[in-house]
């Protein structure tokens, strides 16, 4: 069973630009969330989506927006980069129904 | 929005010992809780979990409590191993609310 994929793993971008991720589920799993890790804040909660609908947001800028499309496969997009978006991003993927999330490797974004 | 806190960003053990991770939350919503672990340049893996109507949750070296008055959860690993050695986030959950703490790096001494 393939896990869940994350791409890119690295990226770098400069600021202003707009960078968007992709997250590939587990097969059958129609729940994906994303969130931030950045040191000393722990993950940080962006958005849940199931059957392409976000149903939680977590408290982040409208520069951060997801989606998710009919085979739960999931994008998220952050436009006008800033230097504090610099974090590694993960996704985590479910059936929706439990909270028992598997994790992606994430993406690492640096911006400069 | 720190609705769930890990105060010790570290805790070093020796191996063998017990080590006790903790975490707090806020929101009195919360039904579920979790532990995951994560090693650099890997996702965080699911450890092990307590629902809000028990208080004790064992799995092998792996035991999690739930403290509901005190809206407070603890993990003990006994006993500790050097592979243990890892980033420990706690989560809670409410429905679709998922909310994770800072994390704990544990490191277990040979």
């Known amino acids: 069973k393939a896990g869940v994929t994350q791409t890119p793993r690295y990226l770098i971008k400069t600021r202003g630009q707009q960078v968007t991720l992709s997250c590939s589920p587990i097969?059958?799993?129609?729940?994906v969330s994303w969130y931030q890790q950045t040191p000393g804040q722990g993950l940080q909660f962006l958005f849940e989506?199931?059957?392409?609908?976000?149903?939680n947001k977590g408290n982040f800028p409208g520069r951060f927006s997801g989606r998710q499309f009919s085979n739960s496969r999931s994008e998220m997009n952050v436009s006008t980069l800033e230097l504090g978006d610099s974090a590694l991003y993960l996704c985590?993927?479910?059936?929706?129904?439990?909270?028992?999330?598997?994790f992606g490797q994430g993406t690492r974004l640096t911006v400069v | 929005d720190q609705q769930v806190k890990q105060n010790s960003p570290s805790l070093s053990v020796q191996e063998g010992r017990i080590s006790i991770l903790n975490c707090d939350y806020t929101n009195s919503m919360f039904d579920y809780f979790l532990w995951y672990k994560k090693y650099p340049a890997e996702g965080p893996t699911f450890l092990i979990s307590i629902s809000s109507i028990k208080d004790k949750n064992e799995d092998g070296r792996f035991t999690v409590f739930l403290n509901k008055s005190a809206k407070h959860l603890s993990l003990h690993i006994v006993p500790s191993q050097p592979g243990d050695s890892a980033v420990y986030f706690c989560?809670?959950?409410?429905?679709?609310?998922?909310?994770f703490g800072a994390g704990t790096r544990l490191t277990v001494k040979p």
């Open positions: 097969s059958g799993h129609r729940s």
């Open positions: 989506y199931f059957s392409e609908t976000q149903r």
């Open positions: 989560a809670a959950s409410a429905e679709w609310n998922m909310r």
């Open positions: 985590a993927s479910s059936r929706g129904a439990d909270p028992h999330g598997i």
